[in-house]
C-alpha cells in the first residue's frame, strides 16, 4: 500500500486509467450481449409474430365478413320472398371465404412451425406451441362447422328445413 502512495504522478494517473479502461471495456461486452438479446427478440418480431398478427387479424376479418354472411343465409331462409338475396350467391360467398380462411390458417401454421424449425423462435417456444395446437383445433372445428353449413345450404336450396340449433352448437364451439 505505501508504494501506491510513493509512486509518481503518472504511474497513478496510468493505474486509473488502466483500471477505467477495464471498467469501460467490461460495460461495452455487457452492453454487446444486451444488444445481441435485443436483435434476437426484432429478429422475432419482425419474421414471426408481425407477420403472425396480420394473418390472424385477416383470419379474425374473414370469420366475421363469413358470419355476417351467415346471417343473410338465416334472413335468407326465414323470409325468402323479402329481401333480394340470392341463397346460391351466399353459397359461393361462403365457398371463397372458406378457401381464404383455410388459406391464411395454413399461412398462420407454417409461419409457426418455420419459425420453431429454423430457432427465429427463440423466447415463448411453449406459447407459440400453445398457439398452434390451437390453430389446428380451430381449424378442425371450422372444417366440420363449413361441411354442416354447407349441407344446410343444400338443403335449402332443395327445399328442405334446416336444423339450425346444431349449426348454432357447432358456431359456439368456434
Known amino acids: 500500500?505505501?508504494?501506491?502512495?510513493?509512486?509518481?504522478?503518472?504511474?497513478?494517473?496510468?493505474?486509473?486509467s488502466i483500471i477505467l479502461l477495464s471498467f469501460l471495456i467490461i460495460m461495452i461486452i455487457y452492453s454487446m450481449i444486451g444488444l445481441q438479446q435485443i436483435?434476437?427478440?426484432?429478429?422475432?418480431?419482425?419474421?414471426v409474430d408481425t407477420p403472425l398478427t396480420e394473418v390472424v387479424s385477416e383470419i379474425e376479418l374473414l370469420q366475421l365478413r363469413q358470419h355476417i354472411l351467415i346471417e343473410l343465409f338465416r334472413q335468407t331462409n326465414h323470409?325468402?320472398?323479402?329481401?333480394?338475396?340470392?341463397p346460391a350467391d351466399i353459397h359461393q360467398q361462403l365457398a371463397s371465404y372458406n378457401q381464404h380462411l383455410s388459406e391464411q390458417m395454413y399461412k398462420a401454421s407454417a409461419i409457426i412451425e418455420t419459425g420453431l424449425e429454423q430457432g427465429r423462435i427463440r423466447f415463448?417456444?411453449?406459447q407459440h406451441q400453445l398457439l398452434l395446437t390451437s390453430m389446428n383445433k380451430l381449424h378442425q372445428v371450422r372444417l366440420a362447422f363449413e361441411?354442416?353449413?354447407?349441407?344446410?345450404?343444400?338443403?335449402?336450396?332443395?327445399?328442405?328445413?334446416?336444423?339450425?340449433?346444431?349449426l348454432e352448437q357447432q358456431d359456439q364451439q368456434l
Not at 1 to 16: A, C, D, F, P, T
Not at 39 to 47: D, G, K, N, P, Y
Not at 147 to 166: R, V
Open 1 to 16: 500500500m505505501l508504494r501506491w502512495v510513493n509512486s509518481s504522478i503518472s504511474r497513478k494517473i496510468g493505474g486509473l
Open 39 to 47: 436483435r434476437s427478440e426484432m429478429i422475432v418480431l419482425a419474421e
Open 79 to 86: 323470409k325468402p320472398s323479402n329481401n333480394n338475396i340470392n
Open 124 to 126: 415463448k417456444q411453449e
Open 147 to 166: 361441411k354442416s353449413f354447407m349441407a344446410s345450404i343444400q338443403a335449402m336450396l332443395t327445399g328442405e328445413s334446416i336444423n339450425w340449433d346444431h
